[in-house]
């Protein structure tokens, strides 16, 4: 199979600017994850998208915002850009279950490449 | 806000020694899983402990969970060149969600010839 994709790989923005993420899952995976990671903070989770419906949502500002499509590809969008949005953007995918089951079964996550964002 | 917090943040070590890295996290988990990223890559999963394994091995890595202390190592025996990159620990944060990982800052390993 296939692994997770991500475009484009980088991106060059100024501030005030927006941009869109893209995110291709692994062929048959329902859950789609976005991370923020930078030298400071870290690894951050953005949102979880399942079957087309955001499940969860980090500690983000309503700047950053996701889809997800019927074929589970997924988007993310941050808009009005600030220097500190500059960081790798990571898309993670997983089978999925449904929320409730197996409560707080975490399974293993396919990471892509990253998307490496610089905001001037 | 870090569930995981690894260490050391970094050790060097030489080719053909062992690794040892630790985890420590703060609220009850149903698994914890390992991490593996090079350099400003993507991660690669390398290992999940289930709350009621206490040791699991995958080739040269060997994982332990102590729930009691809220903590787990990840030893890597043998290390070699290409075991140089940085080591997460990741637990779930609950909510009944697949995908809300929340990850420690990192060990950085470097393995030299």
């Known amino acids: 199979k296939a692994g997770v994709t991500q475009t484009p790989r980088y991106l060059i923005k100024t501030r005030g600017q927006q941009v869109t993420l893209s995110c291709s899952p692994i062929?048959?995976?329902?859950?789609v994850s976005w991370y923020q990671q930078t030298p400071g903070q870290g690894l951050q989770f953005l949102f979880e998208?399942?079957?087309?419906?955001?499940?969860n949502k980090g500690n983000f500002p309503g700047r950053f915002s996701g889809r997800q499509f019927s074929n589970s590809r997924s988007e993310m969008n941050v808009s009005t850009l600030e220097l500190g949005d500059s960081a790798l953007y990571l898309c993670?995918?997983?089978?999925?279950?449904?929320?409730?089951?197996?409560?707080?079964?975490?399974?293993?996550?396919?990471f892509g490449p990253g998307t490496r964002l610089t905001v001037l | 806000s870090q569930q995981g917090e690894e260490d050391p943040q970094a050790l060097s070590i030489q080719e053909g020694e062992n690794a040892t890295m630790n985890c420590s996290y703060k609220?009850?988990?149903?698994?914890l899983q390992w991490y593996r990223q090079n350099s400003g890559r993507g991660l690669v999963h390398l290992i999940l402990?289930?709350?009621?394994?206490r040791e699991k091995h995958s080739g040269r890595l060997r994982v332990t969970l102590d729930t009691s202390k809220k903590s787990s190592s990840l030893l890597i025996t043998a290390s070699r060149a290409a075991d140089t990159a940085s080591y997460f620990c990741?637990?779930?944060?609950?909510?009944?969600?697949?995908?809300?990982?929340?990850f420690g800052k990192g060990t950085k390993l470097s393995v030299k010839p």
């Open positions: 993670a995918s997983s089978p999925g279950l449904l929320a409730g089951t197996l409560r707080n079964s975490y399974n293993e996550q396919f």
């Open positions: 062929s048959g995976h329902r859950s």
């Open positions: 998208y399942f079957s087309e419906t955001q499940r």
């Open positions: 609220t009850s988990i149903n698994n």
């Open positions: 402990i289930r709350s009621n394994e």
């Open positions: 990741a637990t779930g944060s609950g909510g009944g969600s697949q995908g809300n990982l929340i």
